[in-house]
């Protein structure tokens, strides 16, 4: 018998991979939405630099970022977009360098980020 990662498990642990990479430029993280039937689903959403809100969102086995804009989101491109297959230390640089493109540099130097 395959031993499969609950939706629980896996959102657990890429809660883990933001903070591990982000460190304290990320917090307030929710989990919500999980489902493991009928396919395994969840959207995280925390907060980045104190600036936006970024949703994470799996859908069986898709996996993608969003800077959300009330019910809506607005997409990061990035190059991994399935959890299986994806390096998660390009997924995350890539994620870092399309937020911190959206954010003033003065602001992201007054807090030591850049």
């Not at 991994?80 to 992201?108: G, V």
Request: contains cysteine.
């Amino acid at each position: 018998m395959e031993n499969n990662p609950t939706a629980k498990e896996i959102a657990k642990s890429i809660v883990r991979k933001i903070k591990g990479y982000f460190g304290n430029k990320t917090g307030s993280f929710s989990i919500y939405d999980l489902t493991d039937d009928p396919y395994s689903m969840f959207n995280i959403t925390f907060d980045a630099y104190n600036y936006f809100f970024v949703t994470f969102s799996y859908n069986r086995g898709s996996i993608g970022c969003s800077i959300s804009q009330g019910q809506y989101g607005l997409e990061l491109k990035n190059s991994q977009q399935w959890y299986d297959s994806a390096d998660w230390d390009i997924f995350l640089k890539e994620l870092q360098d399309q937020l911190e493109l959206r954010i003033p540099d003065k602001f992201l130097e007054s807090t030591g980020w850049k």
